[in-house]
């Protein structure tokens, strides 16, 4: 185990907080121009992943195993996510035959 924090804590922090910002930008890109639904909540995935690699980084870096444990709470709440997006998209998909969120308009009354 200390081979694997010798590792991470060779790599300056300042490195992880620059790789988790980008991947966190894309995430956030994707949410905000894709209009597929399923690409939608890959980059809330993406978001969540960002969070959960710099929050490890920073568990480490600190010393604290706190960190560690809340990204395990972040995974059951991504894990979760999917569970009840992925059955808002099939039911979707039965309805209107696209994953197209612009198409959501039909069901409106």
């Known amino acids: ?18 790789f988790c910002a980008i991947i966190f930008a894309i995430g ?4 905000l121009i ?4 399923i690409v939608i909540f890959m980059s809330v995935e993406l978001m969540l992943n960002a969070v959960n690699l710099l929050l490890a980084a920073f568990s480490v870096y600190k010393g604290d195993a706190s ?15 999917v569970a009840v997006g992925l059955a808002i998209i099939v039911m979707i998909y039965r ?6 969120i612009n198409v959501l308009n039909r069901l409106k009354w």
């Not at 894709?34 to 639904?37: K, Q």
């Not at 309805?95 to 197209?100: A, G, I, M, Q, W």
């Open 1 to 18: 185990m200390g081979n694997i924090t010798q590792t991470i804590q060779a790599v300056p922090l300042n490195h992880y907080i620059l």
């Open 28 to 31: 956030v890109t994707g949410v």
């Open 34 to 37: 894709r209009r597929n639904a």
């Open 67 to 81: 960190g560690q444990v809340f990204v395990f709470f972040v995974m059951a709440l991504a894990a979760a996510e």
């Open 95 to 100: 309805n209107t035959n696209s994953t197209d």
